[in-house]
């Protein structure tokens, strides 16, 4: 009997002493797997929350887009996509979100990365008048991209005008495509278009200025290596601005319907109000063959 009990008693003892490891065993690995499920929602929201966003004016077409992608790699995603399989100039400038308005709600919303914590590419935040509304204090670099990706960033300086040039050929970005030859310089030419006296003018515009050559003094010039279409109709434009003493602009294409041949900029791009403009210089053919050799270079080839 005594035998019975003692071996009864071992029998149990021997459970508690398995079960008991068994049992912590169990409730750690509970904690473990809670443990790193909470860290991996923690991890991924955290990361969600370190993905920097970068707010941009786009100008080819208009809008403003939010990304998590850093100005390069924002345009090269601009001109060749995520598959290499298109091409497309592009040019856009870098902008302050604290010093124009925007929709933080919506961006808080739409600005977490993909399942597999790839970033958001581009999201659009406006496509309505979006120069118009954006404060000029709020810009900081202008990105011109080549049709292959190359991205070239410049910064706003103060512009130190040639008003000795008789007649300027300017090609305007945004709100419209129109280019105009005009007697007047950058800063006068943005004064008179956006003079909202007047019914044909805007409240801000965007533009750069294109070069004549030989053209600016005298019309019948040859054009030489001007990739301009049309070149009989741009002399006609030129001689009648010329020949027309109380003229001040001529209207030589309405609409640009391609891209912006870089080799063309003259001093570089200008974007304004009536009260206030900012300046971003073209690099001289110098620092182009130099500094932007690579830039340059694919400036100045038509990829396909």
Same mark, same amino acid.
């Given at each position: 009997m005594w035998l019975k009990m003692s =071996?009864?008693?071992?029998?149990?003892?021997?459970?508690?002493?398995?079960?008991?490891?068994?049992?912590?065993?169990?409730?750690?690995?509970?904690?473990?797997?809670?443990?790193? =499920?909470?860290?991996?929602?923690?991890?991924?929201?955290?990361?969600?929350? /370190?993905?920097?966003?970068?707010?941009?004016?786009? /100008?080819?077409?208009?809008?403003?887009?939010?990304?998590?992608? /850093?100005?390069?790699?924002?345009?090269?995603?601009?001109?060749?996509?995520?598959? &290499?399989?298109? +091409?497309?100039? /592009?040019?856009?400038?870098?902008?302050?979100?604290? &010093?124009?308005?925007?929709?933080?709600?919506?961006?808080?919303?739409?600005? &977490?990365?993909?399942?597999?914590?790839?970033?958001?590419?581009?999201?659009?935040?406006?496509?309505?008048?979006?120069?118009?509304?954006?404060?000029?204090? =709020?810009? +900081?670099?202008?990105?011109?991209?080549?049709?292959?990706?190359?991205?070239?960033?410049?910064? =706003?300086?103060?512009?130190i005008g040639n008003n000795h040039d008789p007649i300027h050929l300017y090609q305007q970005l945004a709100p419209i495509t129109t280019r105009v030859a005009s007697k007047l310089g950058p800063v006068d030419f943005i004064r008179l278009l956006t003079d909202l006296t007047k019914p044909v003018s805007a409240p801000k515009i965007f533009l750069c200025d294109l070069i004549l050559n030989e053209l600016m003094n005298d019309p019948y010039a040859p054009l030489h290596n001007l990739p301009y279409p049309s070149p009989d109709h741009l002399r006609d434009c030129l001689i009648t601005l010329k020949e027309s003493p109380g003229r001040q602009t001529k209207t030589v294409l309405r609409y640009m319907s391609g891209d912006v041949p870089y080799r063309t900029i003259k001093t570089g791009f200008f974007i304004g109000d009536h009260a206030h403009y900012l300046f971003y210089p073209f690099p001289s053919i110098k620092d182009l063959e130099g500094k932007y050799y690579a830039w340059w270079r694919s400036a100045l080839t038509r990829h396909f």
């Amino acid at each position: 009997m005594w035998l019975k009990m003692s =071996a009864k008693m071992i029998f149990l003892s021997f459970l508690i002493c398995i079960w008991t490891p068994i049992r912590v065993i169990g409730e750690t690995v509970n904690r473990l797997t809670f443990l790193t =499920a909470n860290s991996y929602f923690l991890v991924k929201n955290l990361k969600s929350e /370190a993905m920097k966003k970068y707010f941009y004016l786009v /100008a080819t077409p208009e809008s403003l887009i939010v990304s998590h992608l /850093a100005p390069v790699d924002f345009g090269n995603y601009l001109a060749v996509g995520t598959k &290499k399989q298109i +091409r497309g100039q /592009a040019i856009f400038f870098e902008i302050n979100p604290d &010093k124009t308005s925007i929709h933080q709600d919506y961006v808080n919303v739409k600005m &977490k990365p993909y399942e597999d914590d790839e970033p958001k590419r581009s999201v659009f935040l406006s496509i309505y008048r979006v120069f118009e509304k954006t404060p000029l204090e =709020a810009l +900081r670099s202008l990105y011109l991209v080549t049709d292959d990706g190359r991205v070239l960033e410049l910064q =706003a300086h103060d512009y130190i005008g040639n008003n000795h040039d008789p007649i300027h050929l300017y090609q305007q970005l945004a709100p419209i495509t129109t280019r105009v030859a005009s007697k007047l310089g950058p800063v006068d030419f943005i004064r008179l278009l956006t003079d909202l006296t007047k019914p044909v003018s805007a409240p801000k515009i965007f533009l750069c200025d294109l070069i004549l050559n030989e053209l600016m003094n005298d019309p019948y010039a040859p054009l030489h290596n001007l990739p301009y279409p049309s070149p009989d109709h741009l002399r006609d434009c030129l001689i009648t601005l010329k020949e027309s003493p109380g003229r001040q602009t001529k209207t030589v294409l309405r609409y640009m319907s391609g891209d912006v041949p870089y080799r063309t900029i003259k001093t570089g791009f200008f974007i304004g109000d009536h009260a206030h403009y900012l300046f971003y210089p073209f690099p001289s053919i110098k620092d182009l063959e130099g500094k932007y050799y690579a830039w340059w270079r694919s400036a100045l080839t038509r990829h396909f």
